[in-house]
């Protein structure tokens, strides 16, 4: 349809699914400390369930691009909610390691579908004209809702061995059906119910077929074909592989290391510091946003990843409190990377971005392989030894800014054309 109906409900309902999206996919980084001690497995074998989760964004990026073509937004959404519904059920009565990590796979192929549906959405239903402020709006949500998971996880398993169980009906039912071997598998019960609300939500909403732009288009085989014969196009995947990587091997970790190295509370200190982690990365979007209207963004991106390699450093080999405040600040400095590499990288090529679009969703699968490489390390070389192939990762996101050639640059204040490096 062409004139799509632009109400704030509509846009409103766009923002929840970004939110529950959110809530559902970092919540790795918190649980692993616990996944390890519940099922005593490495952490080469526990690296499986960011990887599997990830995999699935490889997986589905492309293919989900194609059924929205062929079905429309409204029945991939809602059978996006409920894969992740079913994974979240399954994981949450039957928490088995097996269980644990093909549900992963279910729930992060829903997700993955979901991310290629509701980005043209918001576009139609917002309006273009205010299409760049609702996606970094969209984008705090996201923080938000990153920020949250880890506390709320982190709340559940405090209060079902409290008191306060037996004084909240909710808490207290919650506890009825969370075995008490496996506490953290009460978040997972939160998954399912918030999944079970937004498939009840979008089935009695109306959502009319979204016109697709060309750079939002699936695209055909010969359009990938010819893409993949670009070696900038190579380059750029490798990059977002990276940077993906870098995210989640770090917060995939953070817990675990203040565990093994400080000693730290993985229900409390190493959840807190997870969630630091989502936060900040939030809110170094806001300084970023600001940044890239006075400075080229290339320039940008060199000084935040040298930035996040000194506070990986500091984290990695600081004292307790250091690492405390050292592992939050690669989040923040992590902010820019992603919203810079894609721009670079779409910017990069002349035509046939819903495609190219659709090969950088895959390359989301860093955040799979990346977590599993510190793990084998990990359990050969030590936790710390196996995290440092992150100053590979953002040294990769660092170099970007140093090669990339865009064919148009960020418009800075006044308009202008910041200078090429």
Not at 264 to 282: I, K, R
Request: charged letters at 10%; proline letters at 5%; one cysteine or more.
């Amino acid at each position: 349809m062409a004139n799509f109906p632009r109400n704030r409900y509509m846009v409103a309902l766009v923002f929840l699914i970004f939110f529950v999206m959110s809530f559902l996919t970092n919540i790795p980084g918190a649980i692993i400390p616990d996944v390890i001690t519940g099922f005593g497995v490495s952490l080469g074998v526990v690296a499986l369930l960011p990887f599997f989760f990830f995999s699935a964004f490889g997986v589905m990026s492309i293919p989900a691009g194609f059924l929205v073509d062929r079905h429309t937004e409204k029945p991939v959404m809602v059978i996006s909610f409920i894969a992740a519904l079913l994974g979240s059920l399954a994981i949450a009565i039957h928490p088995t390691f097996r269980v644990v990590i093909v549900c992963s796979f279910v729930v992060g192929a829903g997700m993955a579908s979901l991310q290629v549906a509701i980005n043209p959405l918001l576009r139609v239903a917002g309006g273009e004209e205010h299409f760049a402020f609702n996606s970094a709006f969209a984008q705090l949500v996201f923080g938000a809702a990153s920020f949250l998971s880890p506390r709320v996880y982190s709340f559940l398993v405090d209060r079902q061995s409290s008191s306060h169980a037996e004084a909240n009906p909710f808490l207290r039912l919650l506890s009825n059906v969370t075995p008490t071997k496996f506490p953290w598998v009460a978040i997972y019960w939160i998954f399912a119910i918030a999944c079970l609300c937004m498939i009840v939500l979008l089935s009695f909403t109306r959502i009319p077929r979204v016109q697709r732009k060309e750079d939002e288009q699936a695209g055909t085989l010969k359009m990938y074909r010819e893409l993949l014969r670009n070696r900038t196009v190579w380059f750029f995947f490798g990059c977002v592989f990276a940077y993906v990587g870098s995210e989640q091997g770090t917060a995939n970790w953070i817990s675990q290391f203040l565990v093994q190295y400080h000693h730290a509370d993985p229900h409390t200190t190493g959840a807190a510091a997870v969630s630091s982690f989502w936060g900040l990365l939030t809110l170094g979007c806001l300084l970023g946003l600001l940044l890239l209207k006075i400075f080229d963004s290339r320039r940008v991106l060199i000084a935040f990843s040298m930035a996040a390699l000194a506070s990986l450093t500091i984290a990695l080999f600081g004292s307790t409190r250091a690492s405390l405040i050292a592992f939050p600040l690669i989040g923040f400095f992590a902010s820019i990377m992603w919203p810079v590499i894609s721009s670079l990288a779409l910017n990069s090529v002349s035509q046939y971005h819903g495609s190219f679009s659709g090969i950088l969703c895959t390359g989301i699968m860093g955040g799979a392989v990346v977590p599993v490489i510190i793990g084998k390390l990990g359990d050969h070389f030590g936790l710390r030894a196996g995290m440092c192939i992150l100053y590979i990762t953002f040294g990769c996101v660092l170099s970007v800014g140093f090669w990339a050639k865009p064919l148009i640059s960020n418009k800075t204040f006044g308009g202008k054309t910041p200078a090429v490096i």
